[in-house]
């Protein structure tokens, strides 16, 4: 009787192992296909742009006078974009004249390459955008709504298939890659255009100083920041700069 005890028991003991040694090659499959899944789906580059601010120009400017002076400046860690020429050429493929003397352009494009890295923690497209033509370069955090998918941190497994899900993104991983410029389109206006610059100075903790200056002009300012972002896995850093570069100027040429 206790022989028969013993046995039913270590019976037992045995299906409780094949089960959890199923249920653990499962979840190792589970989690591997979803990575991979995860890879393929993003194997080819999807890229997407979009403005902080519209801008509308003076179709009657541009019919007038289509000289155009254009500055291009690049503060961010990509030094070897060539973005400068890459926007003479669309805007030159428009029909507009580039000109070295700004005086004699009816139109002022400044330009400044902000950022052209991969997107992380506390640095995003969306908070870029969303900081605007001078704003901040830190964003919000990942995660969220907009470009932003679903919140990275959902647990989905035991930490034996998280381990396994990392070996794989380790070796399969969607990342995304974005570049922001700021823009600034200066437009030639007939008899000049009259502004109020207001400077505020802080004098002291409680104290503050608001001043005004009136300021002639020939040209009417306008200001916006552009942000372009390439998704991939294993995204190559210097093809999609080099993409992005394009979108980008692809999209300034575009409000003329």
């Known amino acids: 009787m206790s022989k028969q005890h013993t046995k039913t028991k270590g019976e037992g003991h045995l299906w409780v192992a094949a089960t959890l040694l199923l249920l653990f090659i499962a979840q190792l499959t589970l989690s591997g296909c979803a990575q991979t899944m995860h890879a393929i789906e993003h194997a080819k580059m999807t890229t997407t742009v979009k403005m902080s601010d519209s801008i509308f120009l003076n179709p009657a400017v541009l019919d ?3 000289n155009i002076y254009v500055r291009v ?13 890459m926007l003479k050429d669309r805007l030159a493929a428009k029909g507009l004249t580039i000109v070295n003397d700004p005086s004699n352009a009816s139109f002022l494009i400044q330009a400044n390459v902000l950022y052209m890295d991969y997107e992380k923690q506390g640095l995003t497209a969306d908070g870029m955008l969303t900081g605007g033509y001078g704003g901040a370069i830190a964003g919000a955090l990942l995660g969220g709504r907009g470009w932003k998918g679903p919140a990275a941190g959902a647990i989905i497994g035991s930490a034996v298939g998280s381990i396994v899900g990392g070996a794989i993104g380790s070796a399969f991983k969607v990342e995304n890659f974005f570049g922001a410029v700021d823009v600034q389109i200066q437009e030639k206006v007939e008899g000049g255009v009259k502004g109020v610059v207001i400077t505020n100075a802080s004098q002291g903790s409680a104290t503050k100083l608001q001043t005004e200056k009136e300021i002639t002009s020939d040209y009417q300012t306008y200001r916006t920041r552009i942000v372009a972002k390439a998704t991939q896995t294993n995204i190559d850093k210097t093809e999609a700069a080099r993409v992005l570069s394009e979108k980008l100027a692809v999209q300034i040429a575009g409000m003329f």
Not at 73 to 85: A, G, K, L, P, V
């Open 73 to 85: 400046t690049n503060t961010s860690d990509m030094q070897d974009i060539s973005f400068e020429n």
């Open 64 to 66: 007038k006078n289509r």
